[in-house]
């Protein structure tokens, strides 16, 4: 996806490791978000950033940290990954706050699996 | 409590039919509505969108309907292209209900059959 770039696209971690996700766009917005995608629960939104250091809570934040110290990254931290966190993990930013007629660009996601 | 719904988890539908995707909404506040598609294994990318203030958006073989009083959207595709199998997610936002983000339906995976 242009300018939007999620590392790692795959991951493996045992249950109660810290795992840290990384989120890097090249568009210079101001909003970063991110979501996890489940079977049968679609994508939820987990935090989201509105600028350097200024960040907050969506809707399923309970076990997740987040930090943006530059513009271009957002990372999503689990302090002690638990098999409930298992999921497809998308990035997304967006010019505006609210998603007007064009919306959110994702990027392309993280699998991953906490056994 | 699910703000953005979309009952059908699934559709199948013939090359060269109308495939139509439906979402409802609780939240009186939205003002935005889109339509994301995805493919496996990639990101959702976006399709279209409708203003509260409209009650039609057409772009190609795309058009959403929107009918504020049911709270209800629609997504018509004519004619349907195996390429438009996918899941498609029906989204919302608006300041007074979700503080401007996005908050997502479950999804329609929809096949379309050559």
């Known amino acids: 996806d242009a300018g939007i770039t999620q590392s790692p696209r795959h991951k493996v971690t045992e249950t109660g490791t810290p795992v840290t996700l990384r989120c890097h766009q090249t568009e210079n917005h101001r909003y970063m978000y991110w979501y996890r995608q489940d079977p049968g629960h679609g994508l939820r939104l987990i935090h989201y950033s509105y600028g350097v250091k200024d960040t907050d809570k969506g809707e399923v934040s309970d076990g997740y940290s987040v930090s943006r110290s530059k513009t271009e990254d957002f990372l999503l931290t689990l302090e002690s990954a638990t098999s409930s966190q298992t999921s497809v993990y998308f990035c997304a930013i967006s010019e505006v706050r609210a998603a007007t007629n064009y919306g959110y660009t994702f990027g392309s996601g993280t699998r991953l699996t906490v056994v | 409590d699910q703000q953005v719904k979309q009952n059908s988890p699934s559709l199948s539908v013939q090359e060269g039919r109308i495939s139509i995707l439906n979402c409802d909404y609780t939240n009186s506040m939205f003002d935005y509505f889109l339509w994301y598609k995805k493919y496996p294994a990639e990101g959702p990318t976006f399709l279209i969108s409708?203003?509260?203030?409209?009650d039609k958006n057409e772009d190609g073989r795309f058009t959403v309907f929107l009918n504020k009083s049911a709270k209800h959207l629609s997504l018509h595709i004519v004619p349907s292209q195996p390429g438009d199998s996918a899941v498609y997610f029906c989204a919302a936002s608006g300041y007074g209900g979700s503080q401007g983000n996005l908050i997502f339906g479950k999804g329609t995976k929809l096949s379309v059959k050559p």
């Open positions: 409708i203003s509260s203030i409209k």
